[in-house]
């Protein structure tokens, strides 16, 4: 597992270039697909989101094809999720008093961010289900049980990473991060492994926040929505 300096290993996804610079036009619609998905009780229809793009210099094809390939969708086409999901995962977070889910354990701290507002999570750790709670905010972690608890994050080597499907993202992020009720639970289950970042509550949020700025580092006109 990666244990040199961690934060500053998870920190260069987040740099001009990195793994999560994703360019104008998909950090974009990721954005608004967030936004709307955390407004909405129920799926997004496909036309509003590509409605809703106008004026953020998204070809549309383009955002359609991006649509297409990145989201869950519900038996009538309907966007489902997309990191941020009516579909139940391990990490169930309350977003404006409304229950969903996300694709990993980095994504419940980017999205405080990205959201600015409080959010409750729940998560299940893999292999012994121990379950981490916390309150964060766009300020940091404010409640946390345990006490001890840290969050894994892949850090992929270059040309690892493929935002190109929702699978492909799964398989370079979301199914290795994970919150853990300590370091040594945390440690066990990234045994073997040099991928894996294991990191306190502070410092996995201090990376969150690298990470929401290279999502919207396109997006600043947008940020106060």
Known sequence: MTSAHPT??????????????????????????????AQEDHPVRRDRVLDSIAGLGIEHAHAAALLDSWTERDDEGHIVGLVL????????????????????????????IVLNTP????????????????????SGTTEADPADAVVTQRVPARGQSDFGTKTAIWGSFCHHSFFFPNHTEAEHWAAGRDDIAILSLEDGFAAARGMAAALTRYDEDQAGE
């Not at 500053?8 to 954005?31: C, H, K, N, T, Y």
Request: proline share 6%.
């Open 8 to 37: 500053q290993a998870v920190d260069e996804l987040s740099q001009p270039g990195g793994a999560l610079d994703l360019g104008p036009a998909q950090a974009r619609l990721l954005i608004r697909m967030l936004r709307l998905l």
């Open 85 to 112: 999901t009516h579909n139940p995962t391990a990490h169930e977070v309350i977003i404006g008093g409304a229950r969903k889910w996300t694709w990993c354990a980095m994504d419940t701290l980017i999205f405080t």
């Open 119 to 138: 959010i409750t999570v729940c998560s299940t750790a893999p292999e012994s289900g121990a379950v981490v709670r916390l309150q964060v905010s766009p």
